[in-house]
T-cell receptor
Framework: DQQVKQNSPSLSVQEGRISILNCDYTNSMFDYFLWYKKYPAEGPTFLISISSIKDKNEDGRFTVFLNKSAKHLSLHIVPSQPGDSAVYFCAASGGGNTPLVFGKGTRLSVIA | DAGVIQSPRHEVTEMGQEVTLRCKPISGHNSLFWYRQTMMRGLELLIYFNNNVPIDDSGMPEDRFSAKMPNASFSTLKIQPSEPRDSAVYFC???????????FGEGSRLTVL
């Protein structure tokens, strides 16, 4: 049973527009959430994170929003650039001795 | 500082052969993870170690899979015998703590014919 779900396998956005990637989770014990970005033939790299005590975290063009009551988080990229084209993984953890649980990923294509 | 180092980057083998994937974590990291990436299941956690001790191997698909971490700077993932359905990209990752940010290697792409 998938505890972290990314229901959109792919997303296409025009350059300059906003990209919104969504993630849902089922485990209410999760309190730390991360987004990873993966280019072809490379390992995933950390992008941005948020803890459950916040509802928003921003880093440049990237903003993550957390809605705990809905068990939902989203990653906004504004403005989108062709270099943002990659697979984005959402991950969650409950802290303590529990490792990160990843979603299946969403492939973002930013079209020039 | 060097990141997580995996070898080989690519491995093509025939069904029934033994495959060994290797990983050197970032120095000072206490936790090491083996993941497998497939189209169907995304990033799937196979096994993880903390301070060289295996903590949870419930993600290992079958007894054909085994992993060791003989010391803090080296881990192996072995598949014996390999099968075509094992074809995937295998990632090793390390972190300072179990719930912290993971640092991934570049992956080992395995193709079993």
């Amino acid at each position: 049973d998938q505890q972290v779900k990314q229901n959109s396998p792919s997303l296409s956005v025009q350059e300059g527009r906003i990209s919104i990637l969504n993630c849902d989770y089922t485990n209410s014990m999760f309190d730390y959430f991360l987004w990873y970005k993966k280019y072809p033939a490379e390992g995933p790299t950390f992008l941005i994170s948020i803890s459950s005590i916040k509802d928003k975290n921003e880093d440049g063009r990237f903003t993550v929003f957390l809605n705990k009551s809905a068990k939902h988080l989203s990653l906004h990229i504004v403005p989108s650039q062709p270099g943002d084209s990659a697979v984005y993984f959402c991950a969650a953890s409950g802290g303590g001795n529990t490792p990160l649980v990843f979603g299946k990923g969403t492939r973002l294509s930013v079209i020039a | 500082d060097a990141g997580v180092i995996q070898s080989p980057r690519h491995e093509v083998t025939e069904m029934g052969q033994e495959v060994t994937l290797r990983c050197k974590p970032i120095s000072g990291h206490n936790s090491l993870f083996w993941y497998r990436q497939t189209m169907m299941r995304g990033l799937e956690l196979l096994i993880y170690f903390n301070n060289n001790v295996p903590i949870d191997d419930s993600g290992m698909p079958e007894d054909r899979f085994s992993a060791k971490m003989p010391n803090a700077s080296f881990s192996t993932l072995k598949i014996q015998p390999s099968e075509p359905r094992d074809s995937a990209v295998y990632f090793c990752a390390s972190s300072l703590e179990l719930w912290g940010e993971l640092f991934f290697g570049e992956g080992s792409r395995l193709t079993v014919l």
